[in-house]
């Protein structure tokens, strides 16, 4: 079937976005995670990443905290601003819902909005160790970039919001709904990233005798 010309001009608006953006004179550490994405304990590795989703009101940016060993969206936020409070909120509630003890490695790539003062305080305010992407490439964070790849690929509406207010709820309905509780996935057994802290809960309190932390809701 040939594209019609709507189709055609919706495409050209659709021009590609640069979301990492390094600052001259702000402190890049290592890569510490130095692609070891298989981690054994919850809430010890954290990775982040921001994109991009195309809406007829402009661009929704998508700033996302992954636990490398469940693969569960930990903390994620929209703006329709590319800055540093984008990736802040989403670390925010990440910290807010999971609480985790001081000794978390972050690894994100060398973006400013990553490398501001602000950023880098939160973290060292709650002991949390700092890794980051080598310059340009994208295999040092490829958990999060394939993340990404695969919530594209399922949004039912990508490419084709009306308002980015659209576009965020179906963002809260594919992450808090159905990939954080209900997606499968083989590196986890065939279970959900829930599922599978569940399960590690369970034999972590049946280890050490302690009670089983109630899996967090989600939020708006």
Known sequence: MTPDKEQLQARRDRRFKVTTRSV?????????????FSVPELDTVWAGDITYLWT???????????????????????????????????????????????????????GGQYTSLGYQEALAARGVAVSMSRRGNCYDNAMVESFFSTLKAELEG???????????????????????????????GYRSPAEFERAQQERNSGSNGLRVVPTPAGYP
């Open 24 to 36: 001259s004179g702000r402190r890049v550490v290592s890569n510490r995670l130095n692609q070891k």
């Open 56 to 110: 007829r009101e402009g661009w929704l940016y998508l700033a996302v905290l992954l636990d490398l060993c469940s693969r569960r969206v930990v903390g994620w936020s929209c703006s329709d601003r590319l800055s540093s409070p984008l990736v802040e909120s989403a670390l925010e509630k990440a910290l807010r819902h999971r609480r985790p003890s001081p000794g978390l490695l972050h690894h994100s790539d060398q």
């Open 158 to 188: 990508y490419g084709h919001y009306e308002t980015r207010r659209q576009a965020q709820a179906e963002l809260f309905e594919y992450i808090e709904v159905f990939y954080n509780r209900q997606r499968q996935h083989s590196s986890l």
